[in-house]
Every structure is written in structure tokens, then in C-alpha cells.
Nanobody, 116 residues
Framework: QVQLVETGGGLVQPGESLSVSCSAS????????MAWYRQAPGKQRELVAT???????NYADSVKGRFTISRDNAKNTVYLRMNSLKPEDTAVYYC??????????WGQGTQVTVSS
């Protein structure tokens, strides 16, 4: 059974930092492309960042230079470090995993709120 479990969301003030983590089980983590998506109220889910099995990364323009995605294959965990947070970063953040064979899995999401 595949499980992606996100942790680390919370409430922070603008300009502060926050990290979220996603622990995976039931997949061959090291071969999968991992990603973070987010969905704000009333908006479509959008891609935030991806990291391939070879550790290549890609970011949405809106977070480039502020967010960093990383992975630890020994811990089956992917991370998203978010710096200089803005109110518009407020959303539910979802972990996503895509296998080489095209199977896709989602976590349950973790809320990140940026507000003064």
C-alpha cells in the first residue's frame, strides 16, 4: 500500500521560513520523481517544485529563488524548504510521486498559512 505523509505545515508571518516533509512508503522511492503541488482556496492545484531520481530540480516562477526541494533516498523523504514566505504562498501543500511506469500518488496535504 502506497502512502505519502506530509508534515510540517503551520502558520508563519510574512518573511519567515518553513519546511514541509513528505515520507513515502510502498514505492521504490529512489526511482520516482517527487514533487510538491499547492492549492489555494478557490484556485486550481499548481505545481511548485519537482526533483527527479537524479536530483534535477525545477521550480514554478513564483517560488524560484525562495523555495528549495530536496530528497533523502535513504529516508524515503522529500523536503520543501520555503524562505521569504508571502501571503500568496498560503495553500494546502501536497506531495506527489510519479513512477517510471507512470503510476502517480498523492499525499493528504498539509496547510501552510502566511499571515501577520
Amino acid at each position: 500500500q502506497v502512502q505519502l505523509v506530509e508534515t510540517g505545515g503551520g502558520l508563519v508571518q510574512p518573511g519567515e521560513s518553513l519546511s514541509v516533509s513528505c515520507s513515502a512508503s510502498g514505492i521504490i522511492f529512489m526511482f520516482n520523481t517527487m514533487a510538491w503541488y499547492r492549492q489555494a482556496p478557490g484556485k486550481q492545484r499548481e505545481l511548485v517544485a519537482t526533483i527527479t531520481s537524479g536530483h534535477s530540480t525545477n521550480y514554478a516562477d513564483s517560488v524560484k529563488g525562495r523555495f528549495t526541494i530536496s530528497r533523502d533516498n535513504a529516508k524515503n523523504t522529500v523536503y520543501l524548504r520555503m524562505n521569504s514566505l508571502k501571503p500568496e504562498d498560503t495553500a494546502v501543500y501536497y506531495c506527489n510521486s510519479k513512477s517510471v511506469g507512470g503510476n502517480e500518488y498523492w499525499g493528504q496535504g498539509t496547510q501552510v498559512t502566511v499571515s501577520s
